[in-house]
């Protein structure tokens, strides 16, 4: 039905720049909620990015004012924008796509940020 495709992890320095992408298909259906969430080993998945359909977006304040999510509706991609990255930031990031009660997951793309 819906296939989420996460791109543009990577390796970079403390401080560096990462723009993550993902890209949907299938009925994607609206209202809805995109979002980036992120895992650690041995922590627990967590939102960083939040987006709905008509553009208002959320941040927790662990991440306020170092990232940034975007999508094109026309793409069906959702985008975030990840500046002055820190060591902690380093996790598995997935994309989500939230439809009314049911959630859709990418696989996940690895983001490493060295100190």
């Known amino acids: 039905q819906v296939q989420l495709v996460e791109s543009g992890g990577g390796l970079v320095e403390a401080g560096g720049s990462l723009r993550l992408s993902c890209a949907a298909s299938g009925s994607i259906f609206s209202p809805n909620t995109m979002g980036w969430y992120r895992q650690a080993p041995g922590k627990e998945r967590e939102l960083v990015a939040a987006?709905?359909?008509?553009?208002?977006?959320s941040y927790p304040d662990s991440v306020k004012g170092r990232f940034t999510i975007s999508r094109d509706n026309a793409k069906n991609t959702v985008y975030l924008q990840m500046i002055s990255l820190k060591p902690e930031d380093t996790a598995v990031y997935y994309c989500?796509?939230?439809?009314?009660?049911?959630?859709?997951w990418g696989k996940g793309t690895l983001v490493t940020v060295s100190s």
């Open positions: 989500n796509l939230r439809i009314l009660v049911m959630d859709f």
């Open positions: 987006i709905t359909s008509g553009g208002r977006t």
